[in-house]
């Protein structure tokens, strides 16, 4: 008898503690699955949106966790879209950058990150405040695409979702991954930027930059050639030339090979691009954004 009671009082006491822990459990996982859809139901706001010293303190967590990918001013790098002018690739409110940043994006190099929510607000509220800073694009946009593929400017050598010439980079997203500023200097000064990563060994976003660097090789039966180097070792050279006809050489083939340190497109200046050109062609360029 006595042992038939411990039992049962076991049984009851058990009872109770699983009931409880359901309870907590059912308290624990409906607010956080309460507050987990507030941050991907849309309507979810910053609350440290246009706080001075936030917009400070997301400044500083964005270089040191985002600027190697993303660029230190956010204005793209050789992984990460520029994030300044509020051109977004993959939506844009704040509770879509909530998830993105806490979350990744499947698919691409841009990872999860451990931030907290306090500091992935803070992060967004200066992401927020670069995009008032932002300059409107004023161009025609239909205008623009007939620059580049009629009038030749561009898709002899550069490439947008299969169309175009490969001497160049792809230009498939370089809406999303450059701001406006750079796209000018890009056509108005091409080797501004490349000579600037040329001269920052070890930084590898800029990679993409110095694999266009102009390459010239003399060969020992005297023919000289001109293009961008696709692979580059001790031992041998894959050159494309001007024509997109590819050349491998034996380095004991060849008497010299120069680094120009300068990009093969030509600088535009007004004489061959004027103002309401450029203007045209920039609308269509920060329309790409890839898929």
């Known amino acids: ?18 009931s409880a822990f359901s309870v907590m459990s059912w308290v624990i996982v409906g607010s956080s699955q309460t507050f987990g859809s507030a941050k991907e139901d849309g309507e979810a706001k910053n609350p440290l949106a246009g706080n001075a010293s936030a917009i400070q303190e997301g400044k500083s967590l964005f270089r040191s966790g985002c600027g190697l990918c ?28 909530f998830r993105t940043i806490t979350r990744g994006v499947p698919g691409t190099q841009m990872p999860a990150n451990d931030l907290t ?11 927020r405040s670069m995009e008032s800073t932002a300059t409107p694009v004023s161009g025609n946009r239909e205008a ?4 580049f593929y009629n009038q030749g400017f561009c898709s002899k050598c550069h490439m947008v979702t299969g169309k175009g010439g490969r001497l160049g980079p792809d230009l498939s997203r370089v809406g999303a991954s450059r701001p406006l500023q750079y796209l000018v200097e890009a056509i108005r000064e091409p080797n501004k930027h490349l000579a600037e990563a040329l001269q920052e060994p070890g930084r590898e976003y800029l990679d993409v930059y110095r694999a266009y660097d102009t390459v010239t090789v003399l060969t020992r039966d005297g023919k000289r050639i001109t293009g961008i180097a696709k692979n580059e070792d001790n031992f041998t050279l894959q050159l494309m030339d001007q024509n997109e006809k590819f050349h491998l050489f034996l380095r004991k083939n060849l008497k010299e090979v120069i680094h120009e340190r300068k990009s093969l497109m030509p600088a535009y200046d007004e004489q061959m691009l004027d103002q309401r050109q450029l203007e045209d062609l920039l609308a269509y360029l920060v329309s790409l954004r890839g898929q």
């Open 70 to 97: 993303h660029g230190n001013e956010g204005r793209g790098g050789g992984r990460g879209p520029d994030l300044s002018a509020g051109r977004w690739v993959h939506g844009g409110n704040d509770a879509t950058l």
């Open 1 to 18: 008898m006595r042992r038939e009671s411990d039992f049962g009082f076991c049984t009851r006491w058990l009872a109770l503690i699983f």
């Open 117 to 127: 929510e306090e500091e992935t607000w803070m992060i967004i509220a200066y992401l």
């Open 144 to 147: 623009g695409e007939t620059i």
